[in-house]
């Protein structure tokens, strides 16, 4: 059965391989990443260890068509990737030239592997909230290359939402969908925080098992959960006996299925399909909510209600 994804981030998704040869053309020292994570905040910061490797286009572009010929093995039809901007880089290369190696790969993805990808780049919190803005404007203006939503990541419940709101509005206001990370480091006031600064969707959001109001409202708006099981394991906030998505699902909430950081975690999409499973998502389930959520237009829609 075909498969859709929306959360991948493209940073993670790098195989051993490739970030060596990538960091070697660089001339960088090759990154020794660790797989045990004490806790988010760790994750982040071995996750800026790879990051740090990626500094052209080029290496932009061959991450995105390296990702979609994987997620193919794995039935993947379509995919939203993530991609989060550094300030440093964007200041040496320029935040349009990082944009077109996304899109470049996004459109050599479907021409080479025939796997439509989307782009939701991203603002983290705890950066300037300026630089930010930059990136939604930026996002704005590669609309026509494959650019769809706009998000909000990082070290969630430690740094507040409303300084990163602005340039939520402005990608909005300009036709992009809001997909913040919510409700994973953070309890339920997350999700409703994402809510309402009018999020489409929301990656994670699995804390909101703890509200039933919360719960019910995602229900009845059919707002779309960006799920990544063996993610939320791995960080301690979920266990293979009690994960959040079984209540979810059980309660009417849409939950999509996906990898958040393949590499770093050492999975791929059909552990995650495996996994999902296992904890009562049905493949037809996943395709659903990822139908659902999906950002694309409706003509893209329309090709993959007929997969």
Same mark, same amino acid.
């Given at each position: ?11 993670g998704?790098v195989?051993p ?12 020292? !090759?990154?020794?990443? $660790?797989?045990? #994570? %004490? &806790?988010l ?6 996750w ?32 939203e ?5 550094d300030p ?7 935040l ?5 190696g996304y899109?470049?790969?996004?459109a ?8 439509i ?6 603002q983290?919190?705890g950066?300037?909230?300026g630089?930010g803005?930059r !990136?939604?404007q930026? $996002?704005?203006r #590669? %609309? &026509? ?8 990541a990082?070290?969630?419940g430690?740094?507040?939402d409303e ?10 206001d300009?036709?992009l ?6 409700g994973e480091a ?7 925080s994402?809510?309402?600064m009018g ?9 909101a098992?703890g509200?039933?109001e919360?719960?019910t409202?995602?229900?009845e708006?059919?707002i779309?959960l ?6 939320n394991?791995?960080l ?5 006996c009690?994960h959040p ?6 309660a ?11 590499a770093?975690?050492g ?11 296992q904890?009562?998502?049905t ?8 139908l659902?959520?999906?950002l694309c237009?409706?003509?893209?829609r ?6």
């Open positions: 059965m075909p498969r859709i994804e929306l959360h991948i981030h493209f940073e998704s195989r391989d490739t970030l060596t040869a990538i960091a070697r053309r660089n001339r960088l020292p !090759v990154p020794d990443v $660790a797989t045990d #994570f %004490r &806790d905040h760790h994750f982040i910061d071995l800026n260890v790879t990051t740090a490797c990626l500094r052209t286009p080029d290496d932009f572009r061959r991450i995105v068509v390296d990702y979609a010929g994987e997620a193919k093995q794995h039935g993947a039809v379509y995919v990737g993530i991609f989060t901007p440093a880089l964007a200041d040496e290369i320029g349009d030239a990082m944009m077109a899109c470049d790969g996004a050599e993805a479907e021409e080479t592997h025939g796997v990808v989307r782009l939701t780049p991203e983290y919190r950066s300037d909230p630089f803005m !990136v939604a930026a $996002a704005v #590669f %609309r &026509d290359r494959g650019v769809v939503g706009f998000g909000l990082g070290r969630e430690r740094f507040p300084p990163y709101e602005p340039a939520m509005r402005y990608a909005a300009h036709g969908g809001l997909v913040p990370h919510a953070a309890g339920p006031e997350s999700v409703r994402s809510l309402r999020a489409s969707r929301i990656r994670h959001g699995i804390t098992v509200d039933p919360l719960l409202e995602m229900a708006r059919r779309v960006d799920v990544c099981p063996t993610s394991i791995r301690g906030y979920a266990t293979e009690d998505i079984t209540r979810l699902v059980g009417g909430v849409l939950c999509s299925v996906s990898t958040d950081d393949p770093m975690f999975i791929d999409l059909s552990h995650e399909y495996a996994l999902a499973a904890l009562g998502v493949e037809d389930a996943a395709f659903e909510a990822g659902a959520g999906a237009d409706e003509k893209t329309s090709r993959l209600e007929g997969m």
